[in-house]
């Protein structure tokens, strides 16, 4: 399908010279993966494989992060092709450059938010796309961050995606310091399905009377106080869900998603396909809810009715895969 934007070619590749959608996403998985070092990118195969992708398409990934899936996506594209990726962290706007200094298509690079996806895309002239990749988990390098993400290392309670000097811009810290206890306890259920919400809420809330929580570590700790002792030696570490709904609150994660893939969806062509991947459930349920209204309105088939999970294998040599679904759609 062809598509609307500026510096793209009239000119099509003669099918004979080109290979199958499957054959080119399969020749760039194992190159993509090693762009992300010390970071593994999870379902990347068959996230390339269903987006179904055109040298000559408009595709946007619309989660940077360390652009392992960014390279395999440029790899299928050829210089009528465009790229187009969204971050909101400066710094993987920088390794996106890196990784794709080489690339055949034209490359747009966009320091925001994707749920900002339809003005940032009209102010580049670009009005229309093929394909849109979101993948909703992890990187490494957010865990490196030193905003606060991680329960295991001493950081500034920050939480945010973007630079925290902002004027205005919310953080983990001004939410645990400044709301109260009722709202704590509903986020931390809500969005990270903690169970120990109230007792966590109530031990955040009777900490802060002393002093605020300013870093990461301390406010593991309180949590891990907060919560009975059997739960403090279990599977995860008890400050898991917390620290989730937390982020969650922080970056508006869940409005962004239902946003995002709006817009993008509205930007989409007849015949062009959006993959989502998710990590929890939370987010799976907005995305099948989504696609779901999309097809009931007539507009769209969903490609995956129950959504892809990884392989055994890649399980057993990536564990943060286990939880992983991709989920597809096509627009009519």
């Known amino acids: 399908m062809r598509t609307r934007h500026i510096g793209s070619s009239s000119d099509l590749v003669p099918p004979s010279t080109r290979r199958s959608s499957s054959e080119r996403s399969r020749s760039t998985v194992s190159r993509s993966n090693k762009i992300e070092a010390g970071h593994t990118t999870v379902l990347l195969h068959e996230a390339i494989e269903e987006l179904s992708i055109e040298p000559t398409d408009t595709v946007v990934d619309a989660t940077l992060g360390g652009a392992g899936h960014a390279h395999a996506i440029a790899d299928m594209l050829d210089t009528t092709g465009t790229f187009i990726g969204f971050d909101l962290d400066q710094d993987a706007i920088g390794r996106a450059q890196d990784a794709l200094s080489k690339v055949k298509p034209q490359t747009i690079l966009v320091n925001a938010n994707f749920r900002s996806i339809e003005a940032e895309l009209a102010a580049r002239g670009v009005t229309a796309i093929d394909k849109?990749?979101?993948?909703?988990?992890?990187?490494?390098?957010?865990?490196?961050?030193?905003?606060?993400?991680?329960?295991?290392?001493?950081?500034?309670?920050?939480?945010?995606?973007?630079?925290?000097?902002?004027k205005g811009m919310l953080t983990a810290a001004m939410i645990v310091n400044e709301w109260g206890e009722e709202s704590i306890a509903d986020i931390i259920f809500g969005w990270g399905e903690e169970r120990y919400s109230r007792r966590i809420a109530k031990a955040i809330v009777e900490r802060r009377?002393?002093?605020?929580?300013?870093?990461s570590v301390d406010?593991?700790?309180?949590?891990?106080?907060?919560?009975?002792?059997?739960?403090?030696?279990?599977?995860?570490?008890?400050?898991?869900?917390?620290?989730?709904?937390?982020?969650?609150?922080?970056?508006?994660?869940?409005?962004a998603l239902t946003e995002g893939l709006k817009g993008a969806w509205k930007l989409l062509g007849s015949g062009g396909r959006i993959a989502v991947i998710t990590f929890h459930s939370i987010e799976d349920r907005i995305v099948k809810e989504l696609f779901l209204d999309f097809e009931r309105s007539g507009g769209g088939t969903r490609i995956t009715r129950s959504p892809k999970k990884?392989?055994?294998?890649?399980?057993?040599?990536?564990?943060?895969?286990r939880s992983a679904k991709l989920r597809v759609i096509e627009k009519i």
């Open 310 to 321: 990884p392989k055994k294998e890649e399980i057993v040599s990536n564990p943060r895969a």
């Open 219 to 255: 406010l593991a700790e309180v949590i891990k106080s907060a919560v009975p002792a059997a739960y403090r030696h279990g599977r995860l570490h008890p400050a898991t869900r917390t620290f989730q709904a937390l982020r969650i609150a922080t970056n508006d994660e869940l409005g």
């Open 132 to 166: 849109a990749l979101y993948d909703l988990g992890w990187s490494a390098f957010q865990l490196d961050a030193g905003r606060g993400f991680s329960f295991l290392k001493d950081e500034p309670l920050l939480m945010t995606y973007g630079t925290s000097d902002q």
């Open 209 to 215: 009377k002393i002093r605020p929580f300013t870093r």
